[in-house]
């Protein structure tokens, strides 16, 4: 396996970070991404962003109805 070590940056933000995957180095940073890599896998890539795209569309969804109720509130409230 090829050694790669971090810059300093990412060595001193290990303090704050802790040891994660953009921080560790070696077998600690095999183990990590080899754990995460599933992840990125085309497929589930696709399912992911299909939930990201229902996700948007209900948070929409959401703020249009309560500028709706908003409006409401205004407009009987103002006697209109």
């Known amino acids: 396996?090829?050694?790669?070590?971090?810059?300093i940056a990412l060595q001193r933000a290990k303090r704050l970070l802790g040891e994660g995957?953009?921080?560790s180095e070696g077998q600690m940073h095999?183990?990590?991404r080899r754990t995460i890599q599933p992840l990125f896998h085309r497929q589930q890539v696709e399912r992911s962003k299909a939930s990201a795209v229902d996700?948007?569309?209900a948070r929409k969804s959401h703020e249009e109805l309560a500028a709706?109720?908003?409006d409401e509130i205004r407009?009987?409230?103002d006697g209109g």
């Open 30 to 32: 095999l183990r990590q």
């Open 1 to 7: 396996t090829k050694k790669f070590m971090k810059g």
């Open 75 to 77: 407009r009987t409230s």
């Open 21 to 23: 995957l953009l921080t």
């Open 55 to 57: 996700s948007e569309a």
């Open 68 to 70: 709706l109720y908003e």
